[in-house]
């Protein structure tokens, strides 16, 4: 038993290779040191090498992080070791000499995962984004985004590229998974040559957050790639892939696997067993379960049967542990009180209402008991106290977000309509939005419905609804974006929502209606009301000089318009003569004189 001083966060086994030739003894024993060693990172930045041959701390690597280790990975030269941690960083460690031999800056946030490629020249990091880094240049090779929040698992899922014909330079082919705090979605990565597709070729969904993944690598083509999940509810998913291409629908799982109480001792109601974590066997057709409890886990192994999609193992399992409290219940000694002792009570914590204090002598005296009067019973003397809970207020007057948020999970697990009334008729956006953030995951999905069934029965209270619907989409979209079944669970919202849009249109076009026949009214009304007025002038002014200018121009127009009047005879007469000129050859006569016409003859 390892027992530590510093909070263990993440560990590590790394293992040294055979010899291929026969060694000396001194190198045999160089190796022996190097065989299973543990790496463990603590939450103070340093991390601890315990050797599991000797059963003790061998060395302790310092000075690379300044905050809690999130993960350490062993490089198969086995000297060498990478860790990541909360302050951005990524350090290469040398295990012969304990210092640092390589740091640097692996994102703009924590780096909370890593893993190395099977040939040990790239080196995978993720925070929010995912980076695949070159161990030699340690230059980003390729960017991966798709996760909303951390990632918290990743690991290669195929040692060679699944086409063959192509020349492999060990990297660019391969397949990879990854998964992410609060994402009830695993998904898998194609490394390319190229830097186009960024986004996943493929996903996993299961019914909960994964604790605990494992997978057998695929070495061949035609080998589909098995992958054990564990859930946070408990529960195991198996699949069974080939990893092909890309896949548009997220892939469920092929089989289940649940364990449970038989449900003896007089209660008929058997009760789940809690999975903590499952492997894969070398022959890759068994798994190693762990269940139970955490302190006291249970190791089995199990045949895989994948024909079935649900298993139920029943297993004897005693949940509750049996701690020895004899010992700590003799040591406890009740003390011997006096009956002229007197009791000082505290004051109760977090009230800041006053006690009252008696405003008349006669009051004073009251407190005063005689001798021979009867003693005040328990009931008066907690009257007396006068501690009001309701006078007790923050101090600006509203109660604080925590609060609200707390109430709300209350109302929605007990399903009282008083506290639900309380905290959803608020109407301050930013109390909405901050009780939503902080509101545990699980009770999203339980608040949609809440909010489903009172837009249903109260069609009133949809504007004060809708603001809750928007907080909710908006900071919990990624995590709705993950359930499975989804679209069954929201229907009826959905439903709501297309007969109100469709009802809006033809609302809209009457109020439109309504306001031209209104506006058209009103217009009409406020020109009867305005009285006629006399146009007609009262007095006309004419000026003389204006009237003999006018007769002036009268009197030029009639000439021009004499002028032109010849000009247009004259032109007439002229045009006539031409006619008959024309007109007296065409018919052979001419203008010749009688003299010249005897002649001719």
Same mark, same amino acid.
């Given at each position: 038993m390892l027992y530590l001083s510093l909070l263990c966060?993440?560990?590590?086994?790394?293992?040294?290779?055979?010899? !291929?030739?026969?060694?000396?003894?001194?190198?045999?024993?160089?190796?022996? @040191? =190097?065989?299973?060693?543990?790496?463990?990172?603590?939450?103070?930045?340093?991390?601890?090498?315990?050797?599991?041959?000797?059963?003790?701390?061998q060395s302790k690597l310092d000075g690379g992080h300044d905050n809690r280790i999130n993960?350490?990975?062993?490089? !198969?030269d086995n000297y060498c070791l990478y860790s990541c941690?909360?302050?951005?960083?990524?350090?290469?460690?040398?295990? =012969?000499?304990?210092?640092? @031999?390589?740091?640097?800056?692996?994102? #703009? &946030?924590?780096? &909370?995962?890593?893993?190395? &490629?099977?040939d040990g020249k790239m080196l995978l990091s993720a925070g929010r984004t995912i980076?695949?880094?070159?161990?030699?240049?340690?230059?980003?090779?390729?960017?991966?985004t798709g996760h909303a929040t951390s990632v918290s698992s990743l690991m290669f899922t195929t040692v060679k590229p699944m086409n063959e014909n192509k020349s492999f330079d060990g990297i660019t082919g391969l397949y990879f998974l990854s998964g992410a705090i609060h994402d009830r979605l695993l998904s898998v990565w194609y490394i390319r040559s190229d830097r186009k597709e @960024? #986004?996943?070729? %493929?996903?996993?969904?299961?019914?909960?957050?994964?604790?605990?993944? $494992?997978?057998?690598v695929s070495e061949v083509k035609e080998e589909p790639v098995k992958l054990a999940v564990v859930c946070r509810d408990g529960q195991l998913h198996l699949f069974e892939h080939i990893l092909n291409g890309y896949c548009k629908k997220p892939l469920t799982s092929n089989c289940t696997i649940q364990i449970a109480t038989p449900g003896n001792d007089g209660d008929s109601t058997p009760k789940p067993v809690p999975i903590l974590a499952a492997a894969f066997c070398t022959d890759k057709q068994s798994l190693l379960l762990v269940y139970g409890n955490t302190l006291q886990p249970i190791i089995e192994k199990v045949s895989l049967n994948t024909s079935e999609s649900h298993i139920c193992l029943i297993r004897d399992v005693q949940k509750v542990l049996a701690l020895k409290t004899e010992v700590a219940v003799t040591k406890v000694k009740t003390p011997v009180v006096n009956s002229d002792t007197k009791v000082l009570v505290p004051g109760?914590? *977090?009230?800041?209402?006053?006690?009252?204090?008696?405003?008349? /002598?006669?009051?004073?005296?009251?407190?005063?008991?005689?001798? *021979?009067?009867?003693?005040? &019973?328990?009931?008066?003397?907690? /009257?007396?106290? $006068?501690?009001?809970?309701? @006078?007790?207020?923050?101090? *600006?007057?509203?109660? !604080?977000t925590d609060s609200f948020a707390v109430l709300l999970v209350q109302g929605l697990e007990s399903n009282d309509s008083d506290i639900l009334n309380k905290v959803l008729n608020t109407r301050k956006e930013t109390l909405i939005? #901050?009780?939503?953030?902080? %509101?545990?995951?699980?009770?999203?999905?339980?608040?949609?419905?809440?909010?489903?069934?009172?837009? =249903? *029965?109260?069609?009133?209270?949809?504007? =004060? %609804?809708?603001?809750?619907l928007k907080s909710v989409f908006t900071l919990h979209a990624s995590y709705l974006s993950t359930l499975p079944d989804l679209i069954p669970q929201l229907g009826m919202l959905y439903q709501l929502m297309e007969s109100r849009v469709k009802t809006l249109q033809k609302l809209s076009r009457l109020h439109g209606r309504l306001f031209l026949l209104v506006t058209q009214v009103a217009a009409s009304e406020t020109v009867q009301d305005v009285t006629e007025v006399n146009q007609t002038a009262k007095l006309v002014y004419e000026d003389e000089s204006s009237e003999e200018e006018g007769s002036d121009d009268e009197m030029i127009a009639d000439k021009d318009s004499d002028e032109n009047w010849d000009e247009d005879e004259e032109k007439e007469e002229q045009s006539d003569e031409?006619? %008959?000129?024309?007109?007296k050859e065409i018919n052979g006569d001419s203008d010749l004189e009688p003299e010249n016409e005897s002649e001719e003859e």
């Amino acid at each position: 038993m390892l027992y530590l001083s510093l909070l263990c966060l993440c560990l590590a086994v790394g293992y040294c290779d055979g010899p !291929q030739r026969k060694k000396r003894k001194s190198e045999a024993a160089e190796v022996d @040191k =190097q065989l299973d060693i543990l790496a463990i990172g603590t939450a103070v930045g340093s991390i601890l090498l315990y050797s599991t041959v000797k059963g003790e701390l061998q060395s302790k690597l310092d000075g690379g992080h300044d905050n809690r280790i999130n993960c350490v990975r062993w490089h !198969q030269d086995n000297y060498c070791l990478y860790s990541c941690s909360e302050d951005k960083h990524i350090v290469e460690w040398n295990t =012969q000499t304990c210092k640092v @031999k390589c740091k640097w800056k692996g994102d #703009n &946030s924590s780096v &909370s995962s890593l893993c190395i &490629s099977p040939d040990g020249k790239m080196l995978l990091s993720a925070g929010r984004t995912i980076k695949l880094w070159d161990l030699e240049t340690k230059e980003v090779y390729r960017h991966f985004t798709g996760h909303a929040t951390s990632v918290s698992s990743l690991m290669f899922t195929t040692v060679k590229p699944m086409n063959e014909n192509k020349s492999f330079d060990g990297i660019t082919g391969l397949y990879f998974l990854s998964g992410a705090i609060h994402d009830r979605l695993l998904s898998v990565w194609y490394i390319r040559s190229d830097r186009k597709e @960024k #986004n996943a070729v %493929m996903s996993f969904t299961v019914t909960d957050e994964p604790t605990f993944i $494992d997978l057998t690598v695929s070495e061949v083509k035609e080998e589909p790639v098995k992958l054990a999940v564990v859930c946070r509810d408990g529960q195991l998913h198996l699949f069974e892939h080939i990893l092909n291409g890309y896949c548009k629908k997220p892939l469920t799982s092929n089989c289940t696997i649940q364990i449970a109480t038989p449900g003896n001792d007089g209660d008929s109601t058997p009760k789940p067993v809690p999975i903590l974590a499952a492997a894969f066997c070398t022959d890759k057709q068994s798994l190693l379960l762990v269940y139970g409890n955490t302190l006291q886990p249970i190791i089995e192994k199990v045949s895989l049967n994948t024909s079935e999609s649900h298993i139920c193992l029943i297993r004897d399992v005693q949940k509750v542990l049996a701690l020895k409290t004899e010992v700590a219940v003799t040591k406890v000694k009740t003390p011997v009180v006096n009956s002229d002792t007197k009791v000082l009570v505290p004051g109760i914590p *977090g009230h800041s209402a006053a006690v009252k204090t008696p405003s008349s /002598g006669k009051e004073k005296n009251k407190s005063k008991r005689k001798p *021979g009067e009867p003693e005040d &019973s328990i009931e008066e003397r907690l /009257g007396a106290l $006068d501690i009001d809970v309701s @006078k007790v207020k923050t101090p *600006g007057g509203l109660p !604080q977000t925590d609060s609200f948020a707390v109430l709300l999970v209350q109302g929605l697990e007990s399903n009282d309509s008083d506290i639900l009334n309380k905290v959803l008729n608020t109407r301050k956006e930013t109390l909405i939005k #901050n009780t939503v953030a902080r %509101m545990p995951i699980h009770a999203v999905i339980p608040l949609l419905h809440e909010l489903t069934k009172r837009l =249903q *029965g109260n069609p009133y209270s949809a504007s =004060q %609804m809708v603001r809750w619907l928007k907080s909710v989409f908006t900071l919990h979209a990624s995590y709705l974006s993950t359930l499975p079944d989804l679209i069954p669970q929201l229907g009826m919202l959905y439903q709501l929502m297309e007969s109100r849009v469709k009802t809006l249109q033809k609302l809209s076009r009457l109020h439109g209606r309504l306001f031209l026949l209104v506006t058209q009214v009103a217009a009409s009304e406020t020109v009867q009301d305005v009285t006629e007025v006399n146009q007609t002038a009262k007095l006309v002014y004419e000026d003389e000089s204006s009237e003999e200018e006018g007769s002036d121009d009268e009197m030029i127009a009639d000439k021009d318009s004499d002028e032109n009047w010849d000009e247009d005879e004259e032109k007439e007469e002229q045009s006539d003569e031409q006619d %008959m000129t024309v007109e007296k050859e065409i018919n052979g006569d001419s203008d010749l004189e009688p003299e010249n016409e005897s002649e001719e003859e």
